[in-house]
């Protein structure tokens, strides 16, 4: 049986945070990828949630490209569209 699977198109990046580093200093990043945009933002509200700093965009090739900045994504995660 073939099963077809979505590519991801969507990644989000967030800190990783470690205890004992000031957040003013440089942490380490992890990306996870998502199949849609919904699945992204949900993803981002719960890293938000837990006041973790986040960005998150499309992946090369998905046209047309874009890049939510960490600034965008309250604007980003409260668009329905």
Same mark, same amino acid.
């Given at each position: 049986?073939? &099963? $077809? #699977?979505? &590519?991801?198109?969507?990644? &989000?990046?967030? $800190?990783?945070? /470690? ?7 440089? /942490?380490? #990043?992890?990306?996870?990828?998502? $199949?849609?945009?919904? $699945?992204?933002?949900?993803?981002? /509200? %719960?890293?938000?949630?837990?006041? !973790?700093? &986040? ?9 047309? /490209? #874009?890049? !939510? %900045?960490?600034?965008? !994504?309250?604007?980003? !995660?409260?668009?329905?569209?």
């Amino acid at each position: 049986m073939l &099963v $077809e #699977r979505m &590519v991801p198109t969507w990644y &989000v990046t967030y $800190e990783v945070p /470690r205890p004992g580093i000031p957040s003013k200093q440089w /942490r380490p #990043r992890e990306t996870s990828t998502f $199949e849609t945009e919904q $699945e992204a933002k949900q993803f981002a /509200r %719960a890293k938000l949630d837990e006041g !973790i700093a &986040v960005f998150a965009g499309t992946i090369n090739p998905h046209v047309p /490209r #874009r890049v !939510i %900045a960490a600034s965008g !994504i309250n604007a980003w !995660i409260g668009d329905e569209s």
